[in-house]
């Protein structure tokens, strides 16, 4: 079976939720678990509008949290696929936090997660590959592949010999 490609910008999903008393630390900052907790949500989501499927999380790729989102702000969750594999689809995250009552927006973090789509036995079933129309799109999608060969390493599930886009970097870095 072909599966025909998808532009990468059908999968977006902006997703947007109010900090309240529960989602907190004692410092009234949004809770770095609950954050996860919605951006795991929101990438799934692109994922299925990309893929048409139920799929797993498989990874994260790390997360820094530059900025506390405050009790009462707003966040918003930006995801999109950026590129997509044999049964695995890679997808990026923005996330903004917002003061509803000043109206201004700060980031707070951004980060890649992947996924793996299931058939109706729960087996990995393949995925249609991404069309990258805008400039962030392709820059996304060409470094998807040096991603994936890096989280492979560090999951056990690579050979870092086997990694030749990685190692294409560092012959590239030090030929400059
Ligand atoms: C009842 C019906 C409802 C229908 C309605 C649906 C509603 C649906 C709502 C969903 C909305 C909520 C979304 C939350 C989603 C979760 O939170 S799911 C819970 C947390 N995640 C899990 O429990 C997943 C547990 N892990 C697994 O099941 C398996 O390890 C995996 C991820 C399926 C991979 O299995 P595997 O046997 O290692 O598979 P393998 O064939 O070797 O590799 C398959 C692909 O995984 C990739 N992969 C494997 N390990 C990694 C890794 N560490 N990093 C990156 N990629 C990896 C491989 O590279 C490969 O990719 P491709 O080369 O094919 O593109």
């Avoid at 900090?19 to 630390?25: E, S």
């Avoid at 410092?27 to 770095?32: D, K, Y």
């Avoid at 079933?125 to 592949?145: C, D, H, M, N, W």
Wanted: hydrophobic content about 45%; proline content about 5%; charged content about 25%.
């Amino acid at each position: 079976m072909t599966l025909m490609p998808k532009k990468a910008h059908e999968s977006l999903v902006n997703m947007t939720e109010l900090v309240l008393p529960n989602d907190t630390n004692t410092f009234g900052n949004l809770m770095g678990g609950r954050l996860m907790y919605w951006m795991d949500i929101a990438a799934a989501l692109a994922c299925m509008k990309h893929c048409a499927a139920p799929v797993v999380t498989a990874s994260v790729d790390n997360i820094s949290f530059e900025n506390p989102i405050k009790l009462g702000n707003v966040v918003h969750i930006e995801a999109i696929v950026t590129r997509a594999f044999t049964t695995s689809i890679e997808v990026h995250m923005k996330v903004w936090g917002e003061d509803p009552v000043l109206q201004y927006r700060y980031k707070s973090n951004e980060a890649f997660m992947t996924f793996v789509a299931l058939d109706p036995n729960g087996k990995s079933r393949p995925v249609p590959q991404v069309i990258a129309e805008s400039e962030e799109e392709k820059k996304l999608y060409e470094g998807a592949l040096r991603r994936r060969q890096l989280r492979l390493i560090l999951g056990g599930k690579m050979k870092p010999a086997d990694a030749n886009e990685l190692k294409a970097l560092f012959t590239e870095a030090t030929e400059a």
